[in-house]
């Protein structure tokens, strides 16, 4: 089953953009690449996801390197209430999720 | 607006116990999950169910099943509550997705358990 690997941490200035990255290198050809946040003490909530385009929505954007191999979700503009985990996930055998231990966004004022 | 809730945001017991964890949706997903959180560990998959009365093990099922009677509610169960049970659970649904493609999850609120 195709795996994800994230930063632990990452630090973004309030009102700037923020480029979260994720590799998946083991990644199959009809494998979606899904994004989710947790914010605190919620659970997690559905931000984007995509197959091989570009995707934009309301809440944010992802960008699919050509290869498939790495994405990158990218937050136009960071505010407080961006503050969470990240998780950039890959279903696996059943349309099973593995959420792993995601990026922790921290937005400084 | 989607909806998922669980029967307590807290819940606190002492080893040994049976308990329940409830969760209903009201979108007529197929597919329920049930995970539990732990700091470092991030979300890990315990059961998850495709239709009703079908259950599949996710990566921890060990000390725990699960009942799905009606397609809205899927039930966690701790035969015997044991202090490492002690986590945030978190139940989810979702449409039905050919395989890969993985459907939108939508989750509830938590549980946090205290098992004493």
């Known amino acids: 089953d195709a795996k994800t690997t994230q930063p632990n941490s990452m630090e973004s200035n309030e009102e700037e953009p923020v480029h979260l990255p994720c590799n998946h290198s083991?990644?199959?050809?009809?494998?979606?690449i899904h994004w989710y946040r947790q914010l605190p003490s919620q659970g997690p909530e559905y931000v984007i996801h995509?197959?091989?385009s570009n995707v934009n929505n309301r809440m944010a954007s992802l960008a699919i390197a050509e290869d498939r191999k790495s994405s990158t979700l990218i937050l136009h503009r960071a505010t407080l209430r961006d503050a969470a985990v990240y998780y950039c996930i890959l279903p696996n055998t059943g349309n099973q999720f593995y959420f792993g231990t995601g990026t922790s966004l921290t937005v400084i004022p | 607006d989607v909806k998922v809730t669980q029967s307590s945001r807290y819940l606190v017991k002492r080893t040994g116990e049976k308990v329940f964890l409830e969760c209903v949706q009201d979108?007529?997903?197929?597919?329920m999950f049930w995970y539990r959180q732990d700091p470092g560990l991030g979300l890990r998959l315990i059961y998850f169910s495709y239709d009703v009365k079908m259950k599949e093990k996710g990566d921890i099922p060990e000390g725990y099943s699960v009942s799905r009677e009606k397609k809205e509610r899927f039930s966690l169960i701790l035969e015997s509550a044991s202090t490492n049970q002690t986590s945030m659970y978190l139940c989810a649904s979702s449409l039905w997705t050919p395989w890969g493609r993985g459907e939108t999850q939508y989750f509830g609120p938590g549980t946090r358990l205290l098992v004493l």
């Open positions: 979108m007529d997903h197929e597919n």
């Open positions: 995509g197959l091989t």
């Open positions: 083991t990644i199959s050809g009809t494998d979606y």
